[in-house]
């Protein structure tokens, strides 16, 4: 038998050329080698490239004759350059593709008993399925008419390929670990000592509060108005996503129908930009957030961050500004109002417009019937709930800019001494402070203020340009009741109250008179303390010397130093308790020095006055040398009420934070003095008052202040254990901190403008 052929391909004479063993595997591979070898391979005939370079038509195709151009040169017109870059590029090409074709049969090898059984079962439904579009067969229109099966793979392409987008944007998102600024910040709010609120402090009017401190008809008036299903949706709502999308695209009204954890969403983590893209990021954190937060706490964050207008956030916020309330007093009507407006402040606060008011009305009518049915209000609490309940004409909680501010300063600068609190942690607010500041003794002593200084300006106009006024009310045990710091303190930051500026003057006499009573007197350098009591004489003439144990006391000029008295009046022989009532200065000069001054150093700063203001320890000292402020002073004259107890005052008595206390330290409280010695003072002062005024009214006490260089103006006097210190000085605040003569806005001691002012504050018409 005869073979024919060579290689793979010879076969039997008379039979049919089987194939090769891997013929079938390799038909499409040998069809693509053909294919490269027909694009990719350079060929060179046979003999090499002709001189004058390659032919016009291109390199002949291997065995075909050489007038037949290649499939390639038919398509593109060979050029020299062309034919030289693939000569040159045929030594490298073809190794390449000898070293492939071994695992292009490979890989053949290995799909092929996969791959076939899948074509052959799918290729004929996938043939059917292919689309023919537009549509054979037909004309006209109905060419391009998807047919039912065009329609239906569509229909499930789109479905599969959303829910995979979905899936995998759901998985993609993350709940953002920052909240936006305006959603963590709140203010501060400060309240009067009856509770009623003062002022507030802050960017932003939002004060959290924890989900058990809001009653529970306060959260269901929300949710009956924004989202009953709340507690079973699962944080999203496909019907009020798709007509959101529709107002948006259209740029139409706003339109609600998101759910609360939506709202939620927006209001913490995203901007309030109607966007696709911001609707679609709000869905997606939404869904993650009902899966990963409980939804008491996503109802609490809700609550205590949406908008209700007049500048407030949160319902706690709302409560106080719309209704002077903490939210734990609101009513179920009350909170129905409330609940209305988080549908837009500006269209539902009545006292805007009448129209605003139409709309309140009706909306809050209609979240109090929707709490009927949903079954969070019965039928006959409903009946209860016919009148619209009436807001405030206006937010309480704003500050006035004048005496509030002032009360404000003092409050905050406690509260972050005291607590330890930070300026960061401060400033993102929450706190709620509740002061000691009586509201009816705040506006009188105000109103004295203001008389006194509006009278000032019209006796002496010239001089009053550079007065000041402070003034400060302090108790018994410590409590600041009211201050008068400047007339605005937008206009005067500088709070007179609280200055150290000028002396004190023949208003420290009492401190010197208690140091002598507890400590006693050196008459000797080593000789042992004498007691004293208040009817021991001193010297009371003016200009008398001031002696040591060694003799007179010199200054550093040379000089011998005395005392001098208002108006230069001697007195002779003069018992020290008299001597105070009628503020004479010479014995209590003498006083100092035969006390130590160090011990009447050490008596004003037990009684309240601060180490800072006391000065130098010269026998000025005893004259009044210290320059406190109006509070501090006040505060040394509680001591002398209280039996010779100070406690440190303070304007703050609670803070809390979200519903819960904050640490504050109790005010210092320490024996300065024995009783002994603070009732005989007081004694004195009582006597002084009467000397000057009468016995009325019953229980007062207090003297005059005056300083030697006619700088300031005093007067300290307590009444029904309150303690009130009034001082007028002059300084040019343009020029120095260096004070100015009265020039006659002080008064004189017969009828001092001080004392004006706390006789007409404490209404005791003297």
């Excluded at 290729?123 to 292919?130: C, K, N, Q, S």
């Amino acid at each position: 038998m005869t073979r024919v052929g060579q290689g793979d391909g010879e076969h039997r004479d008379g039979e049919e050329p089987s194939p090769a063993p891997d013929a079938t595997m390799q038909l499409g591979v040998e069809q693509l080698r053909a294919s490269v070898d027909e694009t990719m391979q350079l060929r060179v005939p046979e003999g090499g490239i002709p001189e004058g370079g390659i032919p016009e038509g291109g390199i002949p195709e291997r065995g075909t004759p050489a007038t037949r151009p290649s499939r390639r040169a038919a398509r593109t017109p060979a050029s020299p350059s062309a034919g030289v870059l693939r000569a040159r590029l045929a030594p490298v090409l073809r190794p390449v593709a000898a070293r492939l074709a071994p695992v292009r049969r490979a890989v053949a090898a290995r799909l092929e008993p996969v791959l076939g059984p899948v074509a052959a079962l799918f290729g004929p439904y996938a043939r059917r399925l292919r689309p023919h579009y537009p549509r054979p067969g037909r004309t006209g229109w109905r060419r391009w008419v998807p047919s039912w099966r065009q329609t239906l793979g569509g229909f499930l392409a789109c479905f599969g390929l959303s829910t995979l987008f979905l899936a995998g944007a759901y998985a993609a998102t993350d709940i953002p670990d920052d909240l936006n600024s305006h959603a963590t910040q709140q203010d501060n709010v400060y309240f009067w000592a009856d509770g009623t609120p003062l002022a507030r402090t802050g960017w932003v009017q939002r004060q959290a509060m924890p989900l058990d401190e809001i009653p529970e008809d306060v959260r269901w008036a929300v949710l009956a108005a924004e989202n009953d299903s709340f507690y079973s949706d699962p944080g999203i709502s496909v019907s009020g996503i798709t007509r959101a999308l529709l107002r948006t695209v259209g740029q139409g009204e706003t339109e609600g129908g998101s759910t609360i954890t939506q709202q939620y969403v927006k209001n913490v983590y995203l901007s309030q930009d109607r966007t696709l893209g911001r609707k679609f990021d709000e869905a997606m954190i939404a869904l993650k957030l009902d899966n990963e937060m409980s939804k008491d706490r996503i109802l609490e964050g809700y609550l205590n961050t949406s908008w209700y207008g007049r500048g407030t956030y949160g319902i706690q916020r709302a409560a106080q500004a719309y209704y002077g309330k903490e939210v734990q007093q609101l009513d179920v009507s009350e909170a129905a109002f409330l609940a209305s407006l988080l549908k837009g402040a500006g269209l539902f606060d009545p006292t805007l417009s009448q129209a605003n008011r139409d709309r309140a009305v009706e909306r809050w009518s209609w979240i109090l019937d929707r709490m009927v049915s949903i079954g969070k209000l019965s039928p006959q609490e409903r009946a209860k709930y016919r009148e619209f309940p009436e807001p405030l004409k206006s937010n309480p909680l704003y500050a006035t800019g004048e005496q509030s501010d002032y009360l404000v300063e003092l409050a905050m600068q406690y509260v972050k001494k005291t607590s330890k609190i930070s300026d960061r942690d401060f400033d993102l607010g929450g706190y709620q402070i509740y002061t000691t500041f009586d509201k009816k003794r705040e506006a009188e002593l105000t109103d004295a203020v203001t008389k006194a200084r509006e009278q000032g300006r019209k006796d002496h106009p010239k001089e009053a340009r550079a007065a000041h006024y402070g003034a400060a009310s302090v108790a018994a045990d410590g409590r600041i009741l009211a201050v008068y710091g400047g007339p605005d303190h937008r206009k005067q930051g500088y709070n007179e109250s609280n200055a150290t500026t000028v002396s004190a003057g023949s208003a420290f006499q009492p401190f010197v008179y208690a140091a002598g009573l507890e400590h006693g007197v050196r008459l000797t350098r080593d000789g042992a303390p004498t007691p004293v009591t208040g009817e021991d004489l001193y010297n009371g003439d003016d200009g008398v010397p001031v002696t040591t144990p060694e003799g007179p006391y010199w200054d550093r000029s040379g000089r011998k130093v005395s005392a001098r008295n208002d108006g230069g009046k001697s007195y002779g022989r003069i018992s020290l308790h008299r001597a105070l009532a009628l503020s004479v200065n010479t014995p209590f000069m003498q006083l100092g020095m035969d006390t130590g001054l160090e011990n009447v150093r050490a008596t004003a700063e037990a009684a309240g006055l601060l180490p800072s203001s006391i000065g130098a320890q010269v026998p000025a000292l005893a004259t009044g040398s210290a320059r406190p402020s109006a509070i501090r002073m006040a505060s040394g004259y509680a001591t002398f009420v209280a039996d010779g107890v100070h406690t440190e005052p303070y304007s703050v008595r609670k803070i809390t934070r979200a519903g819960h206390k904050v640490s504050l330290p109790r005010p210092g409280v320490r024996r300065a003095m024995s009783a002994g010695t603070a009732r005989e003072v007081q004694s004195a002062l009582t006597d002084a008052y009467r000397t000057a005024h009468g016995d009325t009214p019953a229980g007062a006490a207090g003297k005059v202040g005056t300083t030697e260089d006619d700088t300031a103006a005093w007067y300290v006097g307590s009444l029904d254990r309150t303690t009130t210190a009034v001082v007028v000085y002059r300084i040019d605040l343009s020029e120095s901190l260096e004070p100015l003569p009265l020039e006659g806005l002080g008064g004189t001691p017969a009828d001092s403008v001080p004392y004006g002012i706390w006789s007409s504050a404490l209404g005791t018409g003297g």
